[in-house]
């Protein structure tokens, strides 16, 4: 044992001082590269916050256009999400912030984190119905636009085209025609739909939020049970016991369309399973797109709203903002924030942004999408026959994921939406104003 | 990663023997009466696939292509190998800007760890019938019960007004946040150091300072090792300090800057799982050269 000491001080003492080297390098680049925000030599550097890790490399471009155009603004782009309400604690955050618009955003809406965008030139090129589903989440003072919709995911079923035309079955338009391309599948001995209830989040924005979006005006009954606040009770009116309850058959009924073992299997498996061909049709948005493609480059997909009446008059597509560009209220560069905003709602930039990125443009006059991929949801939102997820609605203290799982296993129903009477009620009684 | 190197001491501990002369003798006479237990390495060889499998997973998945990883059960090797996943990867996370970053972090909270920790505990152990210093340490030790998500942003508040919202302030915080568990692990150590050793150097005229490093801090090595180690991972993989700290994303950390592989529905594993191989490298060298350090220290712990 004694001999091993002198060696292990030596190499002790060589490690730390190749620790210490290392250190001291380390400094010297970092004290270099440090970037101060504010005017430098007349350049007004921006922060951008954007919430895509995946199209980092577009918005590079993008900044890297903007910037040859502006060369009094500089750019730095900023993935990392969660550095926002750190941002806000510091008093010190980005100057422009794309978001997805739904709860967690809406509170800072109405906080007034965000500064009002009306008078944006570009604010008048905006489908007035997209702005809407931003601002039905409520608007500060009651009429401030804090945030203008920059990319819309219309969500509804993917479909494998091989398989359909193997199979001669044609996109169904009515919840009878879709019933019917499910026998046909399974009669041939395809899984009609592939489902991945593990992550409860699939049953959630998937069967849940499709068959509730579908056969009821979820936008209305949910301000309708806010309006009564704690007052709700499986007999109110407002109650999901007394607005869900026609809905929840159609959801078993797609349960039992989905392959065996749909109980096991995650996000993941269902990715690789569908790309795979295992089954017909996969309740996912448009974000299972470029994972289905990764996996297997051939396949041929389309996507349909799923139809839940047997008008096809009335069925509509699941969306929600996937990106809503906004101007923190406190910035120093508003000027510049602004410019930089009006920028990325050109059409050449904000089409060609949706258009690669298999998404709708929030402008009034984009043109009609061409990626088969989406392109048979274009007509519901085109003619504004959209709907935001009920499940969106629901604030994060309420497990509805875990209550749509326990239902689709157990079927018991009635249980489900007094559960959920139940939890909105506590809710309600705890935020009470 | 601790557990599974636990077995290692047996093997460890074989092999020094065998290089000092003087204990051939003794170590023929064990072979002699040497069984292997093949119970107990059966058992050792599948907890070691608790670790090699997931690294096999890792460097498998980091040379897959995109429409590699969806076939098969996972085991398969791939063919072709994809070795552009690092070039994709080292490009995508600015790799050197990050690293460089990451290794500032790491470098100076452990050197800090080391130092501030090995202080308190010396100044604490030493003057234990001090009712303020027993008091420190109770104190010390209270900070360990406090869930750091809870204070995150009141510190972030404090860092930001001291203008710390940078890697610095991270190193900060590292150093702060390691003393009480770290003060723990050495006060224990400092204990059973014969305060006799330091006398006699207070008799040859040893200042405090002196005696704190000339004589405890070298002694200290074993625990240097397994606070280093600590610190080292700690700072090294931390994710939600500098994700909320540092406010300038040029100056962001590798684990932060690796989530860039990971969007909310999509995720791109074969880049990503280069870019934690890249990211991982560091540790496994610190950790394969550091090992013998903390296995010295425990073998001293039983001796004593």
């Known amino acids: 044992m004694n001999a091993a000491v002198p060696a292990s001080l030596l190499s002790r003492r060589s490690l730390l001082r190749a620790a210490g080297l290392a250190g001291a390098a380390a400094m010297i680049p970092l004290t270099g590269c440090a970037s101060p925000s504010g005017p430098q030599n007349g350049v007004t550097t921006l922060r951008f916050m954007q919430n895509k890790p995946e199209v980092v490399a577009y918005f590079n471009q993008v900044i890297k256009d903007f910037e040859a155009l502006n060369p009094d603004i500089h750019v730095v782009q900023d993935f990392n999400e969660g550095n926002f309400v750190p941002g806000l604690v510091r008093n010190d955050p980005p ?20 500064a009002d965008l009306s008078d944006l030139p570009v604010a008048a090129g905006i489908d007035p119905k997209m702005q809407e589903l ?46 019917a391309a499910c026998e046909t599948f399974k009669a041939a001995g395809i899984a009609p739909i592939y489902g991945t209830y593990k992550d409860t989040w699939t049953l959630a924005q998937g069967m849940f939020d499709y068959v509730s979006g579908g056969s009821l005006d979820v936008a209305d009954f949910f301000t309708r049970i806010n309006a009564r ?25 797609l349960a039992s369309y989905a392959q065996n073992g749909a109980a096991s299997k995650n996000y993941a498996d269902g990715n690789a399973a569908f790309a795979k061909g295992q089954a017909a049709m996969y309740l996912q948005g448009p974000w299972a797109l470029s994972q289905l493609v990764s996996a297997n480059k051939n396949i041929r997909l389309g996507s349909f709203p799923l139809p839940v009446t047997d008008n096809a008059e009335e069925t509509k597509a699941r969306v929600n903002v996937d990106m809503a560009l906004s101007i923190t209220r406190n910035t120093p560069n508003m000027a510049a924030a602004q410019r ?45 026959r959209y709907y935001q997820g009920a499940a969106t609605y629901f604030p994060p203290s309420v497990p509805l994921n875990n209550y749509i799982q326990s239902f689709v296993y157990g079927k018991n129903g009635e249980q489900f939406l007094s559960a959920l009477d139940d939890e909105w009620r506590r809710v309600a009684e705890r935020t009470a104003v | 990663m601790t557990v599974s190197t636990r077995p290692e001491p047996i093997t460890g501990a074989a092999a020094p023997t065998g290089v000092t002369p003087g204990f051939r003798k003794n170590r023929k006479s064990n072979r002699e009466g040497f069984k292997v237990n093949w119970w107990l390495t059966a058992l050792m060889l599948v907890a070691s696939l608790t670790v090699l499998l997931p690294l096999y997973f890792t460097v498998a998945m980091a040379l897959k292509s995109p429409d590699q990883i969806g076939t098969g059960t996972g085991l398969a090797w791939p063919n072709p190998m994809n070795w552009e996943n690092f070039a994709a990867a080292y490009v995508a996370t600015n790799f050197p800007r990050a690293f460089m970053s990451t290794a500032f972090v790491t470098v100076l909270s452990v050197l800090g760890s080391l130092a501030c920790s090995s202080l308190v505990a010396y100044a604490i152990a030493r003057n234990w019938n001090h009712t303020f210093f027993r008091g420190s340490f109770v104190y010390l030790l209270s900070a360990m019960f406090i869930p750091f998500p809870v204070i995150i942003l009141p ?82 993989n931390d994710f939600l300090l500098p994700q909320m700290m540092i406010a300038d994303p040029a100056l962001q950390t590798l684990p932060v800057v690796q989530m860039l592989f990971q969007g909310e529905f999509n995720t791109n594993y074969s880049l990503a799982f280069a870019s934690y191989l890249m990211a991982m490298a560091p540790t496994l060298v610190v950790y394969i050269l550091a090992q013998r350090w903390v296995l010295s220290g425990v073998m001293r712990g039983a001796v004593k």
């Open chain 1, 95 to 114: 100057d422009v912030v794309t978001r997805g618009f739904a709860q967690a955003t809406a509170d800072f809406v109405r906080k007034g984190i965000f």
């Open chain 1, 134 to 179: 931003i601002s039905s989440w409520g608007q500060y003072n009651g009429n401030e636009v804090s945030a203008l919709p920059f990319s819309l995911a219309a969500a509804g079923v993917i479909y494998n085209r091989d398989i359909f035309e193997a199979q001669g079955v044609a996109v169904p338009t009515t919840w009878s025609g879709f019933v």
């Open chain 1, 229 to 253: 606040g704690a007052r709700i009770s499986k007999d109110a009116a407002e109650s999901f016991s007394n607005n869900f309850g026609p809905a929840l058959p159609k959801m078993l009924q």
């Open chain 1, 340 to 384: 930089f905003v009006n920028y990325l709602l050109e059409p050449s930039v904000v089409n060609t942004f949706n258009e690669k990125n298999a998404a709708f443009s929030p402008l009034k006059d984009a043109p009609a999408v061409s990626n088969p991929q989406i392109s048979g949801l274009g007509d519901s939102v085109k003619e504004g």
């Open chain 2, 155 to 236: 510190l972030i508040k404090q860092t930001a007004l001291l203008g710390l919202d940078n890697p610095a302030g991270v190193v900060f915080l590292h150093v702060l946040g390691g003393i009480s568990f770290n003060t723990l692990l050495y006060i224990a150590f400092v204990r059973s150091i014969p305060v006799e050793l330091e006398e006699s150097a207070r008799m040859d005229g040893a200042t405090t300072w002196q005696v704190f490093r000339r004589i405890i801090f070298p002694l200290l090595a074993p625990m240097n090792a397994t606070v280093g180690i600590f610190a080292f991972l700690g700072s090294w």
